[in-house]
T-cell receptor, first 110, second 114 residues
Framework: SQQGEEDPQALSIQEGENATMNCSYK?????LQWYRQNSGRGLVHLIL?????REKHSGRLRVTLDTSKKSSSLLITASRAADTASYFC??????????FGQGTELSVKP | EAGVVQSPRYKIIEKKQPVAFWCNPI?????LYWYRQNLGQGPELLIR????????DSQLPKDRFSAERLKGVDSTLKIQPAELGDSAVYLC????????????FGPGTRLTVL
């Protein structure tokens, strides 16, 4: 079964707006990762946040992690049409297996 | 630097036929993964290799699926015989040795079983 659950399942915004996606997980983690998947393509690693970190930035991406609530969020600022993709959070379980959420499908309209 | 290479990109077969997928990981990556991704879902791990050893194949349906990584580099995933429910995207990924690393994914093979 999937460890992560993502919210919302789908998000549609206008170019220039910010997009926020949320992820919840079930067990303790070493780190949490976010991946992007363009239609019909493989996944691309975006950012990794360790369990002792609360916030991390990379370009237009901001990730937060709240281990007490077992949740994370991904914020994309000033979105572009090229950001249209599915976004997945993923974390390793105790057995060293990377477990993905079901993903958020983001559509950015020009 | 070349990424993870997979072939073929697309495969259409009839049920009960065999099919094989090939993956060449990033040079120097000891760990190789095969995932299956159903439509609208995240990838699910089928098998993980550390060099040529399969260290986690608990999710691999062993009655019809098999995998090998003979020289610890490229890998093949086989399904025989294929069933309708096997239609999915099969993704290969690789990472440096050790737990908790980021994984690098190939473009995947989209399998359609008719």
């Amino acid at each position: 079964s999937q460890q992560g659950e993502e919210d919302p399942q789908a998000l549609s915004i206008q170019e220039g707006e910010n997009a926020t996606m949320n992820c919840s997980y079930k067990t303790s983690i070493n780190n949490l990762q976010w991946y992007r998947q363009n239609s019909g393509r493989g996944l691309v690693h975006l950012i990794l946040i360790r369990s002792n970190e609360r916030e991390k930035h990379s370009g237009r991406l901001r990730v937060t992690l709240d281990t007490s609530k077992k949740s994370s969020s991904l914020l994309i600022t000033a979105s572009r049409a090229a950001d249209t993709a599915s976004y997945f959070c993923a974390s390793y379980n105790q057995g060293g297996k990377l477990i993905f959420g079901q993903g958020t499908e983001l559509s950015v309209k020009p | 630097e070349a990424g993870v290479v997979q072939s073929p990109r697309y495969k259409i077969i009839e049920k009960k036929q065999p099919v094989a997928f090939w993956c060449n990981p990033i040079s120097g990556h000891n760990t190789l993964y095969w995932y299956r991704q159903n439509l609208g879902q995240g990838p699910e791990l089928l098998i993980r290799y550390e060099n040529e050893e399969a260290v986690d194949d608990s999710q691999l349906p062993k009655d019809r699926f098999s995998a090998e990584r003979l020289k610890g580099v490229d890998s093949t995933l086989k399904i025989q015989p294929a069933e309708l429910g096997d239609s999915a995207v099969y993704l290969c990924a690789s990472s440096l040795f050790g737990s908790y690393n980021e994984q690098f994914f190939g473009p995947g093979t989209r399998l359609t079983v008719l």
